[in-house]
């Protein structure tokens, strides 16, 4: 069946470092999601990725979806402890069944 | 504008006993989905409606899981009956579509002692 891996499961990093999760599907998508869960909280939609190679910014955030859409990458940019939580990325098939990958969590040090 | 609403947000309960978690989605919006999320899991999507009609509940665990939507502004999901391994967050959601952004409730802590 499909799936959708999502890594590293864990990263920790300076306050104002860069980080990246990846976002690997076993099939072709039709578009993929990211979504930010803080500690305790419930995930929140942060974008959609539909073209094939598309790139999206929300300032410090990029969001890329691979040429072949069956891969995906958010970057942050100097992060802020406000970034702190886990990064969800789910994709949706062509049945238009979504599956969420495992999340990224990011905790950074002051 | 309100954002979709779960209740309860906690429930501790017993093995065996019936638990009934609700969900009002975003007005609007016309399809609703239900997850668990568990450590051991990751999020998990139970079963998703389409103008008020299951489309799929391939995720429901078993029988003991049910799930309705009597119209477009409220939905429960019933587990009957209840076990331990049933304690997880559940999280409602809902989205102007399938395949669009979907929106998150503030989940319903589930406890089954």
């Known amino acids: 069946g499909q799936q959708v891996m999502q890594i590293p499961q864990y990263q920790h990093v300076q306050e104002g470092e860069d980080f990246t999760t990846y976002c690997n599907s076993s099939?072709?998508?039709?578009?993929i999601q990211w979504y930010k869960q803080r500690p305790g909280g419930h995930p929140v939609f942060l974008i959609q990725?539909?073209?094939?190679?598309e790139v999206k910014k929300q300032k410090r955030l990029t969001f890329q979806f691979g040429e072949a859409k069956k891969n995906s990458s958010l970057h942050i940019t100097a992060t802020q402890t406000t970034d702190v939580g886990t990064y969800f990325c789910?994709?949706?098939?062509?049945?238009?069944?979504?599956?969420f990958g495992s999340g990224t969590r990011l905790s950074i040090r002051p | 504008d309100a954002g979709v609403i779960q209740s309860p947000r906690h429930e501790v309960t017993e093995m065996g006993q019936e638990v009934t978690l609700r969900c009002k989605p975003i007005?609007?919006?016309?399809?609703l989905f239900w997850y668990r999320q568990t450590m051991m899991r990751g999020l998990e999507l139970l079963i998703y409606?389409?103008?008020?009609?299951?489309?799929?509940d391939s995720g429901m665990p078993e029988d003991r899981f049910s799930a309705k939507m009597p119209n477009a502004s409220f939905s429960t999901l019933k587990i009957q009956p209840s076990e331990p391994r049933d304690s997880a967050v559940y999280f409602c959601?809902?989205?102007?579509?399938?395949?669009?952004?979907?929106?998150f409730g503030p989940g319903t802590r589930l406890l089954v002692l």
């Open positions: 959601a809902s989205s102007l579509g399938t395949s669009r952004g979907q929106y």
């Open positions: 099939t072709t998508l039709s578009n």
């Open positions: 990725l539909v073209k094939s190679g």
């Open positions: 789910a994709g949706y098939s062509s049945a238009s069944k979504i599956i």
């Open positions: 007005s609007g919006h016309n399809s």
């Open positions: 409606f389409n103008n008020n009609v299951p489309i799929d």
